[in-house]
């Protein structure tokens, strides 16, 4: 079974994706549709670093193991349930 990976993103998309489709399930959402592309990921890009909705939707990252911040540092996503999980957090 192919691993399952969100990417948060406000309209805009990082390039290069069309090949990790191919070894993978891509999942696109906005911060509207996240908790819904969530159920089953395994893992999370984040393309759209400042939103709020990894939190909002954090009820929902039941198999999540992995999230990747595309930017500099990790202080805009972190929450206490993020930091007290097994989620993997990388940038």
């Given at each position: ?21 191919e070894v993978a399930d ?53 929450f206490d349930d993020l930091v007290d999980s ?6």
């Amino acid at each position: 079974m192919a691993p399952v990976l969100v990417v948060l993103h406000a309209g805009d998309l990082p390039d290069g994706l069309d090949s990790v489709a191919e070894v993978a399930d891509v999942r696109y959402a906005t911060a509207d549709t996240l908790g819904d592309a969530l159920d089953g990921a395994d893992a999370l890009l984040l393309w759209d670093f400042f939103s709020p909705a990894v939190e909002s939707a954090w009820p929902r990252c039941g198999s999540l193991k992995w999230i990747h911040i595309a930017a500099a540092g990790v202080d805009s996503l972190m929450f206490d349930d993020l930091v007290d999980s097994d989620v993997i957090v990388t940038n």
